[in-house]
């Protein structure tokens, strides 16, 4: 069965410093990845996927993630943490093909810290 | 492009009861999924909708139940309401117009409470 661990349910950084958020999958056919972000009261927003193609993916509000195969990871960065970036971050992955199923990692909490 | 929208936004029944959502998807989409955000379980995946067939199915109970009407829309229905079901609900659309790469985007969600 697949699944997605992200290490660390809660990372704390100060503002300006890197953000590392840490993601591993265990899959038996060619994944795709995704990350989302949360917001308090809110839905999920998707920060940046990869399915095919180039490994580092750039997303929204400065994001990027690389997919590194040898490690079966996904774990995501961003060079300078903004106060707005606070929010829960979730790892997922999918089959592919026609199977739509998400299946998630428990969540990141980030805390930006002035 | 409007977004995934759900009604109601929030919700308080009591045990026994039963709840109907629903999920508008983003227009051209046909693709609805949903999912269920505990803080003890995370987010699981219910149940998925393409064409108004249920296309793929989680691990949960005959309780919860879900349809698809021809203009895309969905609805999630949870039956005889456990204080377990407590939960936010989320759904998702997607174009699912081939090839699998496409998104899935999420409403803002249901947050059902029971009593």
């Known amino acids: 069965a697949q699944s997605v661990t992200q290490l660390g349910s809660h990372v704390s950084v100060s503002e300006g410093a890197l953000v590392l958020l840490r993601c591993n999958y265990s899959s038996s056919v060619p994944p795709y990845l995704f990350w989302y972000v949360q917001y308090p009261n809110q839905g999920l927003q998707l920060l940046l996927k990869y399915t095919t193609g180039a490994t580092l993916v750039k997303g929204i509000n400065g994001f990027e993630a690389e997919f590194k195969k040898s490690e079966t990871s996904f774990h995501l960065t961003k060079p300078s943490a903004h106060m707005s970036d606070a929010a829960e971050y979730f790892c997922?992955?999918?089959?592919?093909?026609?199977?739509?199923?998400?299946?998630f990692g428990k969540g990141t909490l980030l805390t930006v810290n002035p | 492009k409007a977004g995934v929208t759900q009604t109601p936004r929030y919700l308080i029944k009591t045990r026994g009861q039963q709840v109907t959502l629903s999920c508008s998807p983003i227009?051209?989409?046909?693709?609805v999924s949903w999912y269920q955000q505990t803080p003890g379980q995370g987010l699981q995946f219910l149940f998925e909708y393409f064409s108004e067939t249920q296309r793929n199915k989680g691990n949960f109970p005959g309780r919860f139940s879900g349809r698809q009407f021809s203009n895309s829309r969905s609805e999630m229905n949870v039956s005889t309401l456990e204080l377990g079901d407590s939960a936010l609900y989320l759904c998702?659309?997607?174009?699912?117009?081939?090839?699998?790469?496409?998104?899935?985007?999420f409403g803002p969600g249901t947050r059902l409470t029971v009593l």
């Open positions: 998702a659309s997607s174009l699912a117009g081939g090839g699998g790469t496409d998104t899935q985007y």
């Open positions: 227009s051209g989409h046909r693709s």
């Open positions: 997922a992955h999918r089959r592919g093909g026609s199977n739509y199923k998400l299946t």
